[in-house]
Each structure stands twice: as structure tokens, then as C-alpha cells.
């Protein structure tokens, strides 16, 4: 992609054919190609424009509503980027007084005027069009003293996101036990009427310890659609659910023709350099993603680099 000064190009698809593996449940495996078509949005010049790309986003679709919201962090604010007219309205957040919001670490977008964003605080907001805060929770209460927040969107690392649940009227996050190293989404209800939900996550079926070895994809991407918890583990091709009205759980190989499906463990340590090759040289799986118009989920994954010590590690 080639990078203009105060312009934007949104990629909202990718020219592709998909081989999708699906099982009858007489347990016929079942293979369809599903092709992508490619459309390109060039926003023009604009003095709100002040980034390459947004690292945090939510869209919001609808019969009159085609929007995309970023995090604008030099600006420290909302950017709205109406994918049909090209124009960008940026709404500022607070960053002092009693609701300040410090940097983002997630964000949620329920409507145009009603947009959740976490941040490093560990709180979550509730932002109307015009940058008000209209609730605020503190996660932390909903913490034990040895759990850890995990909303987080680190391409390198892991991606679990901030979601709310509409039905429910609920917010939903990852967290991680530091001593047991066990994951689980827990879920707050906003009007208090109910306790906090926890819903524990299943490990790797693949790799069912990687508290060693795994350094940069030990954490399961998170995702949620509806009822059912959809994650993985950037180690190996697996897809997990969880559904949190019935419980069931589930998983899909998902193996790719096109890749290996399982990283080799790493044997050098905590080595900075040693860790990097490691990434560069295993695949890599991403989150699981839904695309609503189409009812289909899709995954992003990388294949290994052939690794030349004398190229660098940052080429």
C-alpha cells in the first residue's frame, strides 16, 4: 500500500478464494471455495486525517449508516469515517477532569451515539456523538488481587476484545489468573441486578501447556458473536466456542492446505532476539473474525519466513 500525506485507504476486502472445510454430521468432510471481490475507499485530503491506520476500530452498519469509528490517538479522539460520503468528524475525549479517559485499549461501537472504549486505567466509558461520558465502570472491582485485564488489540501478541452484549446489557472482557495461568471471560451486567458471569476457557487441544516456549502466542485471540464466545491461539489452527447461554463447547481443527498448522516450541530461553526469530520463523493465527452481511466467520494467518541471520530482524 502505497502512503499519501493526509490521506486514507480502507481496504474492506481482499481479493481471495477461501477453501472453507466444513463436516456433515454423518462426519463427510466438506470443502467450498468462496471468492472475495476487492473494494478500495480513498478518503481525500482532510485536516482530521492524522494517521496511517486506525489500530482500534469498530464499524457501524446499517440501511442508512455505513461508518467507521477509530481511535485517534495523537488526537486522543473518536474519528467517525463515513465510508459513502468520504468525510471524517472527529469527536474529542475528555483527557482531564472526573471523566478522563486516559489511552485506549479497546472499543466497542453499539451505535453512533452510544460508543464503549476501555482504557490503561482498567475503566470502561460509555460515549455519546459528542464525546460525553454517559456511565462509567470500573473494572477493577470485578479483578481478584492475582487476575489480570486482558483487553488488548497487539497484532504481535494477542487481540481480545471489549464487547457488549445488547441483549444481556452486559460488558464482556478477558482475564488471566496470574498463579493458575487459566483464562476466562468475565461478564458485568451495567444495571447490577445480577452477579458477575465468569466463563472459563478451554486450553489448546493441540498444545495444552504453553505457559513455556509459546512467549508471544500463549494468549487466545477473543472474540464474541451474539451468545458464543469465539476464540483460538495464535500457536495453532484450532477454533474454540463457548456458548454462555447453554455452555456448549466446541472446537474445529481449521487446518490450512496452504500453511503449517502448528508452531514448534521455542528452546532459546527468554532471548529477545532468540523470540523474534521464533515469530518469524513459525505461522502465525489470528482472531476470528464474523462478517454479518455474509453470515460467515474468516481468519487471518501468516505463513513462516525463511529467516537470513544476515538480513536482520527488523527486514
Not at 452486559?170 to 466463563?199: C, G, H, P, R, W
Request: proline share 3%; with cysteine.
Amino acid at each position: 500500500m502505497r502512503t499519501v500525506e493526509n490521506s486514507l485507504l480502507l481496504f474492506l476486502s481482499c481479493m481471495l478464494l477461501i477453501s472453507c472445510t466444513g463436516k456433515r454430521s454423518d462426519g463427510t468432510i466438506v470443502n467450498n471455495e468462496v471468492a472475495l471481490q476487492t473494494e478500495e475507499i480513498h478518503f481525500p485530503q482532510q485536516d482530521v486525517l492524522q494517521l496511517k491506520s486506525y489500530y482500534l476500530s469498530s464499524p457501524v452498519h446499517g440501511d442508512s449508516v455505513n461508518i467507521l469509528i477509530g481511535y485517534n490517538y495523537r488526537l486522543h479522539s473518536l474519528d467517525y469515517l463515513d465510508l459513502e460520503s468520504k468525510q471524517v468528524t472527529q469527536v474529542t475525549l475528555p483527557a482531564k477532569g472526573p471523566h478522563a479517559i486516559s489511552r485506549l485499549s479497546g472499543i466497542y461501537v453499539h451505535s453512533l451515539d452510544s460508543v464503549w472504549v476501555s482504557d490503561d486505567s482498567e475503566h470502561v466509558f460509555l460515549v455519546d456523538s459528542r464525546g460525553t461520558v454517559k456511565n462509567i465502570v470500573d473494572l477493577r472491582e470485578y479483578l481478584d488481587d492475582k487476575e489480570q485485564l486482558l483487553i488488548n488489540t497487539n497484532y504481535a501478541i494477542h487481540t481480545s476484545r471489549l464487547y457488549y452484549n445488547k441483549n444481556r446489557q452486559s460488558l464482556m472482557f478477558l482475564t488471566q489468573n496470574l498463579s493458575s495461568k487459566v483464562f476466562a471471560v468475565k461478564e458485568v451486567f451495567i444495571n447490577k441486578e445480577k452477579d458477575v458471569a465468569i466463563y472459563y476457557l478451554s486450553p489448546s487441544n493441540i498444545i495444552p501447556d504453553m505457559s513455556a516456549g509459546y512467549s508471544y502466542m500463549s494468549f487466545p485471540n477473543v472474540n464474541y458473536v451474539g451468545e458464543n464466545i469465539i476464540y483460538n491461539y495464535p500457536a495453532e489452527s484450532s477454533i474454540y466456542t463457548l456458548n454462555i447461554v447453554t455452555n456448549e463447547r466446541n472446537s474445529v481443527m481449521a487446518e490450512s492446505n496452504y500453511t503449517s498448522n502448528i508452531v514448534a516450541e521455542c528452546t532459546s530461553g527468554k532471548d529477545y532476539a532468540a523470540l523474534e526469530r521464533h515469530r518469524l520463523e513459525n505461522p502465525y493465527f489470528y482472531d476470528v473474525m464474523y462478517i454479518p452481511q455474509y453470515k460467515m466467520y474468516a481468519r487471518l494467518h501468516i505463513d513462516k519466513v525463511e529467516f537470513d541471520a544476515d538480513m536482520g530482524l527488523r527486514n
